[in-house]
């Protein structure tokens, strides 16, 4: 990562090209190593300060090579491009999302609300209702009393009439019967003044001798 | 020199093994400058997703929201309301700014996580999250500057810079440092943080096929969601900063 960092600064790679395949015998990691061991042949020696030399000289230079165009911080046109690409994104996402999406949400909201403070006061609709309804029944009931009140007073006044009527007939039936008896008890009496005439002559005439 | 020669032969080998290729490029040419074509690519493919998502999902809204325009109703709400804790009552205007950031930035970084980009072979340098390259994530800092000085002038005019000596005078060189530092950070935060993700999972499943980097993949994920948050957020807490009135 710091190579590749370092290599994008365009100054450091100028190190000449080294011919990439170069045919080397494949040495072991033991000429490598030797660095560490105590007892170093002046050979080897050499080689490993060659190495060191020629690593602190040239940074790597076939990698550097490699990343040749390696440049993490590359500002060019697409910066730019980018941002126009943004901003079209913004505004088209504007007039086919954010908006018509936004409206749409808030005027639904708006209805809900609406709807919602409605329904409070459908529950003052439902008291008054209620009211009328208890009215409703309170005048059925007063009809029907009075209805009842009505009928009572209908009957009553008709059972009174029949008694009325009941009564005037027995009495006058009654009235009858006493004259037809005071008729009776009178024929009676009279056809006994006249018996009693002739048995008081009969009695006199048995009594007194015939003069 | 053979010695040499040969561990950089290793070297590039273990290099060549892992295929990370950091800083390549696929150029192309347009009137003499150069331009980065992959990260158009990418960035052209989220646009793509994001504009042809948004147009089906809302073409035709319910009352009752089902499936698609449900999930981006959500979405709105999300920026709606990061928008409104940052900026304050008068956010409306900011909320497509802010919300492009957001989703730009979050589908580019899940697109580099989740699209398989590395199929398309390309002759120089590979497609990634288009997050990848500093240069989008500098434009969109420097976007972001842009919005809140400009939030900050519409809303209070040119005595929007009586802030830079707000508390004391003495502290008009760190306020003029922070303009410059705010996007810095911005930007670098993103491309760094995109860049390092990609870079782990590659060298990861270079090392280890199989099982080892799926963690980190959704690691890679977590975060980049979180990077889409933090930028959107940021940008908009600057936009509210430089709308506020002091006193």
């Known amino acids: 990562m710091a190579n590749m960092i370092m290599a994008s600064s365009k100054t450091l790679i100028t190190s000449p090209p080294t011919p990439k395949s170069t045919p080397t015998p494949i040495p072991s990691l033991t000429t490598l190593t030797p660095k560490f061991s105590f007892s170093i042949p002046p050979k080897t020696l050499t080689i490993a300060t060659t190495i060191a030399t020629t690593l602190a000289a040239t940074p790597l230079p076939s990698l550097a090579e490699e990343f040749e165009k390696a440049q993490l911080f590359d500002f060019d046109l697409t910066l730019p491009i980018i941002a126009a690409e943004f901003l079209f994104l913004m505004f088209t996402l504007d007039k086919l999302y954010y908006s018509p999406l936004g409206n749409f949400m808030d005027k639904r909201d708006a209805e809900i609300k609406e709807k919602l403070s409605s329904v409070k006061d459908t529950s003052t609709e439902v008291k008054q209702l209620e009211e009328q309804a208890a009215a409703v029944m309170r005048a059925a009931r007063a009809e029907i009393s009075a209805a009842l009140n009505k009928m009572k007073k209908e009957t009553a006044a008709e059972v009174d009439a029949k008694l009325a009527e009941g009564r005037k007939k027995v009495e006058a039936e009654l009235q009858e019967a006493l004259g037809n008896l005071e008729k009776q008890k009178e024929e009676t009496i009279k056809s006994l003044d006249s018996q009693i005439a002739a048995l008081s002559q009969e009695i006199v005439n048995k009594v007194l001798p015939v003069q | ?247």
């Open chain 2, 1 to 247: 020199m053979n010695v040499l020669s040969c561990s950089i032969n290793t070297l590039n080998g273990l290099y060549d093994l892992s295929g990370v290729e950091v800083g390549q490029h696929f150029y192309w040419k347009i009137g003499g400058f150069q331009v980065h074509g992959q990260v158009l690519i990418t960035s052209w493919v989220v646009i793509a997703i994001l504009l042809g998502s948004a147009a089906l999902a809302v073409r035709n809204p319910q009352t009752i929201p089902t499936g698609g325009q449900n999930f981006f109703e959500y979405v709105l709400e999300f920026i709606r309301d990061v928008s409104k804790t940052q900026i304050g009552e008068e956010y409306g205007p900011w909320v497509p700014f802010i919300g492009t950031m957001f989703l730009f930035i979050f589908v580019s970084n899940w697109s580099g996580a989740l699209l398989p980009w590395k199929i398309i072979q390309l002759p120089h340098g590979e497609l990634a999250a288009p997050t990848n390259d500093i240069n989008t994530t500098v434009a969109l800092a420097l976007l972001t500057s842009v919005a809140y000085f400009y939030a900050g002038l519409t809303k209070k005019g040119l005595s929007y810079f009586g802030k830079y000596i707000q508390p004391t005078p003495i502290l008009l060189p760190i306020n003029i440092l922070e303009d410059f530092t705010k996007p810095l950070s911005l930007s670098f935060r993103l491309f760094g943080n995109i860049l390092a993700d990609e870079l782990v999972v590659v060298v990861l499943v270079s090392l280890v096929p199989s099982v080892v980097p799926i963690p980190v993949m959704f690691l890679g994920l977590f975060t980049s969601g979180i990077q889409a948050l933090i930028f959107a957020t940021l940008a908009a807490a600057y936009i509210g900063e430089s709308m506020e009135g002091h006193h």
